[in-house]
């Protein structure tokens, strides 16, 4: 008999479906926030237990740490934690108010000289750290720590004071790019996506693009990627394929990309899907923890991305 006032259990996707073997995946191996997360987004779960589980990695400060980015250890909050949070507040409509305003109050903490974001604060060099992430005394700025944030506050028509000279750094960083990395033009992305000046962003956009394709940034090919160097000092086999920029149909990043490019790159994303029913992380595997930690996520993301696109997640058809 079922536990009086127990809630009823959302509904399951078809058995063998891309999306239940994802849920059997994350209910196995997720940590709650990702667990909250996956509810909220394919089993028909509220907001409120998705922030709540957020609430355990914020700090007083109004930052955010605890391993919220996996490769990060320890206490402290961090712009990359921080921006990650962001993340997860704009999918489930809460990037804004109060919260919002407690972390651009963080952000004016560790802003830079030139009014942005470093990726990591020294004091992370007490702690657990993935080794191909540099922790300096003295760390610069960062479009890959800065972009994605300013992104995401312009996208939820956020106006802080800490914005307009994040803003101009955003632009001058993108609008100068001349040599470049796959997370690098990510974080490109994810500000011009949001950024309040639309043709302007088009047109940096339109640059970027050839770019990336000039610099072969992206693997067109799936099933040539010995054709396809990665970046150096990335890890063997860490590709980057049109779907990892154009996230969603309407991204800027899509029209880089022929529609046949874009095809065979979400049919490699839906074929990746492991035996287990997570997606690979393409990232170097520095600590088991962290690779059992970042998996939920690569999968959520890779599900967002597939439904996206009208991809058939819920059913069992390949």
């Known amino acids: 008999m079922a536990e009086t006032g127990a809630s009823p259990r959302p509904p399951t996707p078809p058995a063998h479906s891309p999306l239940a073997r994802a849920e ?7 940590r709650v926030l990702e667990q909250r997360l996956f509810a909220y987004h394919f089993l028909d779960g509220d907001a409120d237990p998705v922030e709540t589980a957020l609430d355990a990695y914020r700090n007083t400060d109004g930052g955010y740490g605890h391993g919220l980015e996996p490769d990060l250890r320890g206490p402290l ?25 407690r972390v651009c109050r ?54 802080h004071a800490w914005l307009f000279r994040a803003t101009d750094f955003c632009w001058q960083a993108v609008e100068s790019l001349e040599r470049s990395h796959p997370y690098e033009i990510q ?23 050839r770019l990336v394709r000039d610099q072969h940034l992206a693997a067109l090919d799936p099933d040539h990627l010995d054709a396809h160097p990665v970046p150096p000092g ?13 996230r969603t149909p309407d991204s800027l990043a899509r029209a880089w990309f022929t529609d046949d490019e874009m095809s065979r ?6 074929d990746e899907q492991e035996d287990d029913g997570g997606w690979p992380v393409r990232r170097r595997h520095w600590a088991p923890s962290t ?28």
Not at 234 to 246: L, Q, V
Not at 295 to 318: E, G, N
């Open 265 to 270: 790159s979400l049919n490699h994303l839906l």
């Open 106 to 159: 963080y952000l004016t903490s560790v802003t830079t000289p030139d009014g942005a974001l470093p990726a990591i604060g020294p004091g992370q060099r007490d702690y657990p750290t993935a080794p191909f992430i540099p922790v300096l005394d003295d760390p610069p700025s960062e479009l890959l720590a800065t972009g994605p944030v300013v992104g995401l506050l312009h996208r939820n028509e956020v106006w």
């Open 24 to 30: 059997h995946f994350v209910w196995l191996t997720a």
């Open 77 to 101: 909050s961090q712009p990359l934690h921080t921006g990650h949070a962001l993340r997860v507040l704009d999918a489930i409509g809460r990037c804004g108010g109060q919260r919002v305003e």
């Open 291 to 318: 690779a059992l930690e970042a998996r939920p996520m690569v999968t959520i993301t890779a599900l967002r991305t597939l439904h996206a696109y009208d991809r058939p997640i819920d059913r069992t058809d390949r």
């Open 187 to 209: 974080a490109a992305v994810a500000f011009l996506d949001s950024a309040p000046d639309r043709p302007r962003a088009e047109a940096v956009a339109d640059r970027l693009g």
């Open 234 to 246: 990335y890890a063997p086999g860490e590709h980057h394929f049109p779907y990892d920029y154009a």
